[in-house]
């Protein structure tokens, strides 16, 4: 299965970088909340729904572009969990850290997850309790690391949120790195960082695909009273904020 998600999320980016490397500005629209989503969302998630209809029909799928409603997915236990372009402002700000973010959740949890980031050729992976990471063509496991003081990675988009900023100023000593999109997750699980808290808003299709590789390669990812990021429906779909550690 997991090698089928791969080329999924694969494929979707290659869509996606169609867009990114053409010479005509991206179109872009603005959502109700007033998110910015693209022509390459859109693109990427056609791909990425009907593929996984097309691998497990009976595994329902949400994704950010066509969320069901609550009614149709109140009840279920085993479902996709799919963020087509996680990072659009990174891509409309050209900067290659945006990525296709795919996840299997069951009973709650985030059992499989892909995190494909197609401008830098590099995927992340977790199943079977095992997270991975492949580039150049070579895969390697990759597991939590130590180190003080520890690297504290950010949102680029997040920098001035005061209560980040009042967070880290009660830290202690640390140093800091900034990165878009859930690649966040990935620097923690491959053990370039030690710490991503987040306060500002976040939905499920932001943080699943990511959960399940931090937690496989060993990472903490939990809300500020120390439960474990859920996934099991609910009506919104909005985190309350966490962090991901390795303590």
């Keep these: 299965m997991i090698e089928n998600i791969c080329q999924l999320a694969m494929t979707a980016g290659e869509a996606i970088m169609q867009a990114y490397n053409g ?30 209809h097309g691998l497990t029909p009976d595994i329902p799928v949400l994704s950010e572009e066509d969320p069901p409603s609550w009614s149709e997915r109140q009840h279920w236990r085993r479902y996709w969990l799919v963020d087509p372009l996680d990072g659009t402002k990174e891509f409309l700000k050209r900067n290659d850290e945006f990525t296709v973010n795919i996840a299997l959740i069951d009973d709650g949890k985030p059992v499989l997850g892909v995190v494909y980031a197609p401008a830098l050729k590099v995927m992340y992976g977790a199943s079977e309790g095992k ?3 492949e580039e150049g063509g070579t895969r390697h496991e990759i597991h939590i690391l130590d180190a003080r003081p520890p690297l504290v990675v950010i949102s680029r988009s997040y920098g001035d949120d005061p209560e980040l900023v009042e967070y880290l100023h009660q830290l202690g000593e640390h140093q800091t790195t900034s990165i878009g999109s859930s690649l966040k997750f990935c620097l923690v699980a491959e053990g370039k960082a030690q710490l991503y808290p987040r306060f500002g808003p976040t939905n499920v299709w932001d943080t699943a695909a990511g959960h399940a590789v931090a937690a496989a390669a060993g990472a903490r990812v939990h809300d500020w009273q120390g439960r474990t990021l859920d996934y099991t429906p609910r009506e919104s779909f909005l985190n309350p904020g966490f962090r991901v550690s390795i303590f």
């Excluded at 010479?23 to 996984?52: C, F, M, R, W």
């Design 23 to 52: 010479k005509s500005p991206v179109e872009t629209y603005q959502k109700v909340d007033n998110s910015p989503v693209t022509a390459a969302d859109i693109a990427a998630h056609k791909i990425i729904a009907q593929g996984l």
């Design 131 to 133: 997270a991975w990471k």
